[in-house]
Nanobody, 115 residues
């Protein structure tokens, strides 16, 4: 079983920045997709950004101009640099790994943006 270890959440004022990191607990198949989803209170979980092992990215329209997803394949680590944060970005952020038709989820990390 693969566990995803997340770090980097916290509280910040509007306009601030945070960086999230996520890495699997053991080596994984090199061809995979890693990314971030978020869930705000009373809302469904939604895509934030994903990146393939070859570097192809996809973003939600709401974050495209403000967030950057990247990865270090030597460490199997994915990063989410979040800038110009808005109160609407407040949510629990979940790391996701898709590999060999299997989905893995992190435990979630809280991001709170105050106005």
């Amino acid at each position: 079983q693969v566990q995803l270890v997340e770090s980097g959440g916290g509280s910040v004022q509007a306009g601030g920045s945070l960086r999230l990191s996520c890495a699997p607990s053991r080596n994984i198949f090199s061809i995979n997709v890693m990314g971030w989803y978020r869930q705000a209170p009373g809302k469904q979980r939604e895509l934030v950004a994903v990146i393939t092992s070859s570097g192809v990215t996809n973003y939600a329209d709401s974050v495209k101009a403000r967030f950057t997803i990247s990865r270090d394949n030597t460490k199997n680590t994915v990063y989410l640099q979040m800038s110009s944060l808005e109160p609407e970005d407040t949510a629990v952020y979940y790391c996701n790994l898709k590999v060999l038709s299997t989905n893995y989820w992190g435990q979630g990390t809280q991001v709170t943006v105050s106005s």
